[in-house]
């Protein structure tokens, strides 16, 4: 059966029509579906016979939330269940602002990356647009508010799932669906260099976020084996040319770990490397991984990194980290749950 979320408003019409329904009821049963509602007889305009229709046709529910860990800085950190019973996270972050979503794009991740808990298990599947859209309906269901801003920063790789990323990334910026601004939405990857170039064709107004974490081949190659494929000379050509492409400013993420990548002389060369990039760079203490044996860099440290890229004209800040006091890290929520049930 069809997942009614994840369908753009004319796929649902010629699948109504086909049922031999008139074309204006796929616009009412829209309507409901971005509500997020989970079950049919919520739909209140819909006849009964429709709605039966619906029923044996399509699935409306296709995740459920299963455990949720909220935060005194107000984040809320979701475990959602898929209907194969793989479960997901998704984190939502309150800002002055609005309401941000990290978003999973797989279950689990096959890139490896050394620091990273989404990875442990490797990946089990990649998530349709229509599960990654519906992590945003349960969060707006669970709070009753608005969700405004999408970070694709969850578990899994987004490039690695290119197809259904951007069929969600166009769904949640449609006006027939939630209508959030290209510009809200952020889209992390840590380097696969030809799915940026094919993501550059498309011309999209979204922020592209890098994870280098790195400044040298050898460190960064440990820490993200990617980087043996797409080694960092390249990946900073193919982010020049994205910035020339579509004229937005790239977000560098650099996790500091103590003693690993953290000092004044890699930051400098970090500088030296975006010199010239439209880009920013956010600057973050890993979060340490139980199974991992990393350590977050000393706040001095990190100070006195964003210090010396800011002397050398590159734009950073230290994000603010949120949740602290909740299975913070990347793929720890989901980590915990399957340590539990296995
Ligand atoms: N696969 C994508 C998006 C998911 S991870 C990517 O690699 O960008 C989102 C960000 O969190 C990435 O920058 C990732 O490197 C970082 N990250 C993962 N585990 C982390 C940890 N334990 N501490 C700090 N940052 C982490």
């Known amino acids: 059966m069809k997942q009614l979320r994840g369908m753009f408003l004319e796929e649902l ?30 739909m209140k305009n819909i006849s009964k016979g429709l709605k039966e229709l619906l029923k044996d046709n399509f699935i409306l529910n296709n995740m459920s939330i299963v455990r949720s860990q909220k935060s005194k800085d107000g984040t809320i950190k979701y475990l959602m269940k898929l209907h194969d019973n793989h479960v997901i996270e998704s984190v939502l972050m309150k800002y002055k602002h609005g309401n941000t979503l990290c978003v999973s794009t797989q279950v689990g991740c096959r890139m490896g990356c050394s620091f990273c808990a989404s990875t442990i298990g490797g990946k089990a599947r990649d998530l349709s647009a229509g599960e990654i859209l519906g992590q945003v309906y349960e969060a707006q269901n669970d709070t009753g508010e608005k969700v405004s801003n999408i970070v694709l920063m969850g578990s899994g790789e987004p490039l690695d799932n290119y197809d259904e990323v951007l069929k969600f990334i166009r769904l949640v910026n449609d006006e027939n669906n939630l209508n959030i601004s290209m510009r809200n939405i952020t889209l992390s990857t840590c380097g696969i260099v030809p799915e940026i170039r094919k993501l550059m064709k498309e011309k999209l107004q979204i922020t592209l976020a890098i994870s280098l974490h790195a400044v040298d081949n050898g460190k960064r190659d440990n820490l993200i084996p990617v980087n043996k494929k797409y080694p960092i000379e390249e990946l900073l050509e193919t982010c020049k040319d994205y910035v020339k492409e579509t004229g937005r400013r790239i977000t560098f993420e650099y996790s500091l770990i103590e003693g690993e990548n953290d000092s004044v002389a890699e930051a400098e060369k970090l500088a030296k490397l975006l010199r010239g990039m439209l880009c920013h760079v956010n600057l973050i203490p890993i979060n340490p991984v139980r199974e991992k044996k990393y350590k977050a860099s000393k706040s001095q440290s990190v100070n006195k990194f964003r210090d010396a890229l800011k002397r050398k004209g590159i734009e950073a800040t230290v994000r603010r980290e949120l949740g602290q006091d909740i299975d913070a890290a990347c793929g720890q929520l989901r980590k915990s749950y399957l340590d539990d049930v296995e």
């Open 13 to 42: 019409s010629s699948e109504i029509v086909e049922l031999g329904e008139k074309k204006f009821r796929a616009k009412q049963v829209n309507d409901w579906v971005v509500k997020g509602v989970s079950d049919f007889d919520q």
